[in-house]
């Protein structure tokens, strides 16, 4: 009888072990898939933020870290990422964040040319209303596409609002809040950018992207 218990809780304690084994291989492997499409889904967005016409090296190897907690709307470091042309910085991506949309945090990405002009904006991840509020991602609207070519100075800042508040940019029927979050966002990044685009363009790579 004891010799059976023991035989029984050698076997459970093996097949424990096993199974804890198998779970790990099986994560690990889910993991780097995720990481691998992850930096596809990333390497997309980039390319269609800057024209691969305009640049020469691979946009997600030069990666820099912002710290900015009033540019980027978290006190928390994010990455942009800097094309350039025969080593000559022409454009840069600043991921940020929209910390006051309908349903929370909106995370964005801006692409900036070397002028300040901006050369397209995406949405990576937001939690807003369908039919509504979603429609700041492309699949849902082109909405976004009403920053390209933009710019901000000191004689049209008052102009980067929704029409509603007596701006240039459309707002959602039905949903003004997050659309007024999402042209405020995109205009603290241009801010910042005007500020200090010497400092970021010319700051050498310095940040892995953690993409889990």
Not at 88 to 108: C, R, S, T
Not at 141 to 148: A, E, M, P, R
Request: hydrophobic content about 40%; overall charge negative.
């Amino acid at each position: 009888m004891k010799n059976s218990m023991i035989r029984n809780g050698f076997l459970l304690g093996l097949f424990a072990l096993l199974c804890t084994a198998f779970v790990a291989i099986v994560n690990q492997q889910t993991a780097d898939k995720i990481i691998e499409q992850q930096q596809i889904e990333l390497r997309r967005t980039l390319h269609q933020l800057i024209p691969s016409s305009i640049y020469d090296n691979e946009l997600t190897q030069h990666c820099i870290l912002i710290h900015n907690e009033e540019a980027l709307g978290i006190d928390e470091p994010l990455p942009a990422y800097i094309a350039s042309y025969q080593s000559i910085p022409v454009a840069i991506a600043i991921e940020a964040v929209a910390p006051d949309g309908y349903n929370g945090n909106i995370k964005l990405i801006i692409g900036i040319d070397s002028q300040g002009t901006v050369l397209g904006v995406r949405t990576l991840t937001h939690a807003e209303t369908p039919g509504l509020g979603d429609k700041i991602d492309l699949r849902k609207s082109d909405w976004v596409l009403s920053f390209n070519q933009k710019s901000l100075n000191s004689e049209d800042s008052k102009r980067w609002r929704v029409k509603k508040d007596g701006g240039d940019f459309d707002q959602f029927t039905g949903a003004t809040i997050t659309p007024r979050a999402y042209v405020n966002a995109v205009k603290n990044v241009l801010l910042y950018f005007n500020e200090n685009h010497e400092m970021l363009l010319q700051r050498p790579a310095n940040c892995e992207v953690d993409y889990q």
